[in-house]
């Protein structure tokens, strides 16, 4: 064996290795005294953990927490003033950040919010052009309010219609089914 069974000793020192494995052992063991040198150390070990009268893990455990402790006392006082600045830097950053938000309005769901005067729902065809469109809302002097929804579907406010004035509102309705071609659905919203 040419090379040192280093991976094997522990287990020979603990009389555990067996069969072939064990008698390559031996045989090197023979005539290298670094490996023996090895076995040596490895059986005091065994003595003093043995004498120890603990187990393995509660032998690791207690040096973690010896390394812990010697840890903790290197890190001195600065660690909370440390921790506090940098807390202090988190939230002036999030203060800046949310100043710097838009303030304005922003799109929501057909509907979620109500529009000053008469607002009717209108679709229109798919194949409507954008021309189209504009002339038939010319027409009742209509603007998009918000739109297209998931269905098509827009809401348009009639802008000269005042909300009690029901004749006005209902040719304006009329005027919008009239444009068959363009307009696909109106109704007014309640």
């Known amino acids: 064996m040419s090379e040192h069974p280093e991976e094997l000793l522990p287990w020979y020192a603990n009389d555990t290795l067996a069969g072939e494995e064990r008698e390559r052992v031996e045989r090197h ?14 059986h005091a070990m065994r003595r003093e953990v043995k004498a120890l009268d603990a187990a393995p893990g509660e032998l690791v455990r207690a ?3 010896k390394e812990a402790r010697r840890s903790r006392l290197k890190r ?44 009717v ?9 954008e021309r189209e ?11 998009i309010v918000e739109g297209p929804g998931a269905l ?12 009690g004035d029901r004749e006005r509102i209902a040719a304006a309705i009329e005027t919008l089914r009239a444009a068959a071609p363009v307009v696909t659905h109106v109704e007014r919203e309640p």
Request: with cysteine; hydrophobic share 55%; charged share 15%.
């Open 152 to 163: 098509g579907v827009y809401r348009v406010r009639l802008a000269a219609i005042p909300s």
């Open 76 to 119: 001195g006082r600065w660690m909370p003033a440390a921790l506090a600045a940098s807390l202090a830097v988190v939230v002036i950053q999030a203060a800046v950040l949310l100043s710097l938000l838009p303030r304005h309005e922003s799109y929501g769901p057909l509907g979620a919010r109500t529009a000053p005067g008469v607002i």
């Open 29 to 42: 063991l023979a005539g290298c005294a670094h490996c023996r040198a090895e076995l040596a150390l490895l």
């Open 133 to 143: 469109m504009r002339d038939v809302l010319s027409a009742v002097n209509g603007s």
């Open 63 to 65: 040096q973690l927490l």
């Open 121 to 129: 729902q209108v679709r229109f065809a798919p194949d409507a052009t």
